[in-house]
């Protein structure tokens, strides 16, 4: 089994920036596709980023194009979510989530096409 636990949340305020990261411990999830979803109150869970399995291709949430930037380290087991210029609109809790697969260059951006899931790190944005 794998857990997937997340870190690197906070409250900040308009423009400045980010860095959410992912450990996954218990089994590796380096056969994983990762991506990275959010939850803002009373609204349903929106995918944000996902990345392959290599590493190779990514995949936004047009609204944080240009500004959200995914990566992993399977060396570390580690997926991160890089998060520049914030707006108010990115105050969510966002959550981690790894797919198996043997796909190598394959994204998934709908949660339940999902596996695993971390327990969720709050990010506020003030104005």
């Known amino acids: 089994q794998v857990q997937l636990v997340e870190a690197g949340g906070g409250l900040v305020q308009v423009g400045a920036s980010l860095r959410l990261s992912c450990v996954a411990s218990?089994?590796?999830?380096?056969?994983?596709?990762l991506g990275w979803f959010r939850q803002a109150p009373g609204k349903e869970r929106e995918f944000v980023a996902a990345?392959?399995?290599?590493?190779?291709?990514?995949y936004y949430l047009d609204s944080v194009k240009g500004r959200f930037t995914i990566a992993r380290d399977n060396a570390e087991n580690t997926v991160y979510l890089q998060m520049d210029s914030l707006k108010p609109e990115d105050t969510a809790v966002y959550y981690c989530?790894?797919?198996?697969?043997?796909?190598?260059?394959?994204?998934?951006?709908?949660?339940?096409?999902?596996?695993?899931w971390g327990q969720g790190t709050q990010v506020a944005v003030s104005s």
């Open positions: 990345i392959s399995r290599n590493g190779v291709n990514v």
């Open positions: 989530a790894g797919r198996p697969t043997s796909l190598g260059y394959s994204i998934w951006r709908k949660a339940d096409e999902y596996t695993y």
């Open positions: 218990g089994r590796t999830c380096s056969n994983c596709a």
